[in-house]
């Protein structure tokens, strides 16, 4: 079963763009995606040919979660929150905190 972000999520856990913290154990959105740039460096290259089609110097925490909002799908309403990257749900990312 899916879940729509916004219908089940508030703002707050989207996360600050602008002060993200990177951790295994990411608590918003924007935690998530910036941990997994930075903690998961093959699987965020291999996101950024797959899925955005660009190298992943290129691909930006910002263009990430406009995809996120795109698809618009948690795997999940309870910790930890499945957040699909893509529609297929291929690339996710998890939030533990909610």
């Not at 997994?36 to 955005?52: T, Y």
């Not at 110097?57 to 499945?82: D, F, Q």
């Amino acid at each position: 079963m899916s879940y729509s972000l916004k219908d089940n999520f508030s703002l707050e856990f989207w996360g600050n763009l602008y002060n993200p913290e990177i951790t295994d154990m990411p608590q918003t959105v924007v935690d998530a995606v910036a941990s997994m740039k930075q903690f998961n460096p093959e699987r965020w290259e291999n996101m950024a040919r797959d899925i955005f089609g660009t190298s992943p110097e290129r691909l930006t925490v910002e263009m990430v979660l406009e995809k996120i909002e795109e698809t618009n799908t948690a795997s999940s309403i309870g910790a930890p929150v499945g957040i699909w990257i893509d529609p297929d749900g291929f690339f996710t990312v998890d939030i533990w905190d909610i």
